[in-house]
């Protein structure tokens, strides 16, 4: 259930199950004059809500999860919701291209009593049809689309059936040898007899679940595809297994040095992140701590969680947003031409705007498509007893919306982002993708213990691009390719496939705002496999199709 926050101004949204808008006359609250970014948010989706443990929140295993994946699941081109349950079935809703979505009549294949968490939607074996691997506490599902609107389990039979209490999960060909490998991010080792034991802990005089500090963290997983379409365990192989496990949340995919092989940054709850590089002889190496994104710029673990990677300052370099705890920042790591990575939160402004809230998924988008790329992100406490605290963060928050410049700084947008980021959430899981099918994007956020949540995108808008980056053979999607676009002289890079965010899934469509421009000049992509491609001119409106190894681009109707 939605907790609203004070009023801030008098277009603060009415949020119930229907579509309830507080402008005058019954209709959405236009954007006021000025306004470059503006919100709306809508509840009752869909009928399905996500139960995570006891309202109280009694256990770690009950602080998060509801994740969600936006993605075209049934091929009629209109993105699908698929929600994360958590104790109770997930759930498959068909979109209608309007911003509503209806019940699939295809039951999903039943799962065993252990909760879910996230969901990775990805076209894994390359025959054309998006598939969804779920992270669970043991054992994780893979659900095969049989490209008619109904899925098979084969976790089990592939090999992929990781027994651990996992939350992120990327797609990545690791070894360049084709297809698909599977990295899976593990937590904690929950024992809950030994948990009771142990007793709460206690957090600005409240008594709370106790960990994740105390707890043993689980290794995280790598899974090599084989030529027969099984899995194989290659963690040990590949180098990444550490002497203390950590509690992992979520994990990216890029190619951080630029060498053409696929790299994986991991946020890490309470411990160090980490930045596996890639040796190219199927092993990686762990340089965070070296390079500089592993912790705060005091020199400290943080609290990591969700993951957004861009170019938010159009230098060709990739930027890291990592979302944290309460009572801390979230962190904007910007990487320089000399390839070390820099904590640059302050710099951007996001220091004191982040530090009361605690954030989940978050993203670079460029909302308005003026060329350059917002940021968001998703927030809600973990122990409901914050508002019990006078003065504290609460449990419900509001989500974060921060228009960018160009240059890496960002500020809160005129307005505040309209009616949707008033308002609060226990927010987890979320991704942005153009549900309603006007050419702009919008955004959904998971929410624990709730339904999902529209927040549509009302912004003026500049030109766009929309862009589907197809992988040659049977690779599936081109996940870790990046596209260099230059647009009236100025070049920037946009990341594809990354995943990110928080244990949820958007969709592969890449979005290119162009502002003023009639057209982006000059597109190139370097493939995942670091072969590069001429794509030419691209014109404002239009929706293109890259295919790997044929020249140039298709345009095609839709998004």
């Not at 809500?49 to 075209?72: E, M």
């Not at 762990?286 to 500089?292: I, N």
């Amino acid at each position: 259930m939605t907790r609203p926050l004070p009023a801030r101004a008098p277009w603060l949204v009415l949020l119930g199950t229907a579509p309830l808008w507080s402008a005058c006359g019954g209709g959405p609250a236009p954007a006021p004059e000025g306004a470059a970014l503006w919100f709306v948010a809508q509840e009752g989706l869909v009928a399905a809500r996500n139960r995570t443990g006891a309202p109280t929140k009694p256990f770690v295993t009950d602080s998060f999860g509801a994740g969600i994946a936006l993605r075209d699941l049934d091929g009629d081109g209109h993105l699908d919701l698929f929600v994360i349950g958590g104790e109770v079935p997930d759930s498959l809703h068909l979109g209608r291209g309007d911003g509503t979505f209806a019940p699939s009549p295809a039951a999903l294949p039943a799962a065993d009593g252990s909760w879910s968490y996230g969901v990775n939607a990805t076209d894994f074996d390359g025959d054309g049809d998006v598939d969804l691997y779920i992270t669970r506490r043991g054992p994780n599902r893979l659900l095969r689309n049989r490209g008619d609107g109904t899925f098979d389990e084969v976790a089990q039979e592939l090999g992929l059936a990781d027994p651990s209490w996992s939350t992120g999960a990327v797609w990545l060909d690791h070894d360049r040898d084709g297809d698909l490998d599977l990295f899976v991010v593990n937590h904690i080792a929950f024992d809950r007899a030994a948990v009771e034991v142990k007793g709460p802990s206690r957090f600005l005089e409240q008594e709370v679940y106790y960990g994740p500090t105390g707890l043993d963290g689980q290794q995280d997983r790598l899974y090599r595809a084989e030529a027969d379409g099984t899995f194989v365990d290659a963690t040990a192989a590949a180098g990444l297994v550490t002497a203390e496990p950590h509690y992992g949340f979520q994990a990216l995919v890029l190619d951080e040095d630029g060498d053409g092989w696929l790299d994986l940054y991991v946020a890490n709850d309470t411990t160090p992140n980490q930045l596996w590089r890639n040796r190219g002889d199927g092993s990686f190496e762990e340089v965070a701590g070296r390079l500089g994104c592993a912790l705060s710029m005091e020199g400290g673990p943080q609290a990591g969680m969700g993951l957004a990677l861009g170019d938010a300052q159009a230098d060709g370099q990739p930027d890291l947003f990592v979302t944290n705890f309460s009572s801390d920042y979230f962190t904007l790591y910007q990487r320089g031409s000399d390839g070390f990575w820099r904590d640059r939160t302050t710099r951007a402004r996001l220091h004191a705007p982040t530090w009361s809230s605690l954030g989940w998924a978050c993203g670079f988008d460029d909302l308005d498509a003026d060329g350059a790329l917002d940021l968001w992100a998703f927030n809600g406490h973990v122990y409901p007893q914050m508002d019990a605290v006078s003065g504290g963060p609460g449990y419900a928050q509001r989500p974060l919306l921060f228009r960018g410049d160009g240059t890496g700084r960002f500020a809160a947008p005129e307005g505040g982002g309209g009616p949707a980021f008033a308002a609060g959430w226990s927010a987890r899981g979320g991704c942005a993708g153009d549900v309603d099918e006007d050419g702009d994007l919008d955004l959904v956020m998971g929410v624990l213990d709730g339904s999902p949540v529209l927040l549509r995108n009302d912004s003026p808008q500049g030109g766009a691009v929309w862009l589907d980056l197809r992988a040659a053979g049977g690779l599936g999607e081109p996940l870790g390719a990046r596209l260099e676009v230059t647009v009236e002289g100025r070049t920037s890079v946009v990341f594809h496939g990354a995943q990110g965010g928080f244990l949820s899934s958007g969709p592969r469509l890449l979005h290119l705002g162009l502002g003023e421009a009639a057209r982006a000049e000059r597109a190139r992509v370097r493939w995942h496999d670091g072969s590069e491609q001429e794509l030419g001119p691209l014109e404002a409106g239009g929706h293109y199709r890259a295919e790997q190894g044929k020249p140039g681009v298709v345009r095609v109707e839709g998004t």
